[in-house]
């Protein structure tokens, strides 16, 4: 079933720009068709009910979203390329060397990243002598302990990177991002190898549901 021409959001776009779409809407100009029962405003309207949103939806599989009818794995495939477009422009805007002043500045860079992982992931961020990121990596998933994590490889991606300075980042899937014992002890481990290969550890973040702590404002190391 095509939009009718007053419920044409491709028109809307063309004049009046993407920023006075509704979700349904930019949704709807995605998935393009429907179905004889449903237009693709009723199949877009129907997904974002369903989860709850763009960010429910992009944790969805390809084949959750094919249990919706309407959806195939095509539009399915094309749902999952354009969200992670998305995280992907939200990652890279502002990224010309971006330059990190405090905790929180780098907390709310990689927020949207990682606060809801359904597991934990370690990253590294490599930065030069401005405190701009030059380079970043989740080198562990999984539990972060000290027994999995290892300053060797932590240390060799910062000097393939020519890292000044390194941030270590890891997020909570419980959504606190209270720093536990072994949180602390693993940063501690790290920081006495950053003095050997004098490169400075600047921080440890742990990023927990749209909050965080900062290690080093906590003085835990």
Do not use: W
Not at 5 to 12: F, H, I, L, R, S
Not at 23 to 41: F, H
Not at 66 to 93: C, F, P, S
């Amino acid at each position: 079933m095509k939009l009718l021409a007053c419920e044409m959001p491709y028109e809307k776009l063309d004049k009046y720009g993407a920023a006075h779409l509704t979700d349904v809407e930019l949704l709807a100009i995605l998935l393009r068709t429907g179905t004889r029962e449903k237009s693709p405003l009723d199949l877009a309207r129907e997904l974002l009910e369903m989860a709850y949103g763009f960010r429910a939806i992009e944790k969805l599989s390809i084949a959750e979203l094919q249990t919706i009818k309407g959806i195939g794995k095509v539009k399915a495939i094309q749902i999952k390329a354009i969200l992670e477009i998305a995280k992907r422009y939200h990652r890279e805007a502002g990224n010309i060397r971006y330059q990190i002043q405090s905790p929180s500045e780098i907390a709310e860079y990689y927020m949207e990243e990682m606060c809801e992982l359904t597991q934990e992931h370690f990253k590294v961020i490599v930065l030069n002598t401005k405190n701009e990121i030059m380079a970043d990596r989740d080198l562990f998933i999984g539990t972060v302990n000290r027994s999995l994590v290892s300053p060797r490889e932590v240390f060799e991606y910062a000097l393939k990177n020519s890292a000044v300075a390194v941030i270590l980042m890891h997020n909570h899937p419980s959504g606190d991002p209270e720093p536990s014992s072994e949180d602390v002890l693993l940063t501690r481990r790290c920081a006495e190898v950053a003095k050997l290969m004098d490169i400075d550890l600047l921080d440890h973040i742990v990023i927990g549901k749209h909050k965080f702590v900062s290690l080093k404002q906590r003085q835990l190391f």
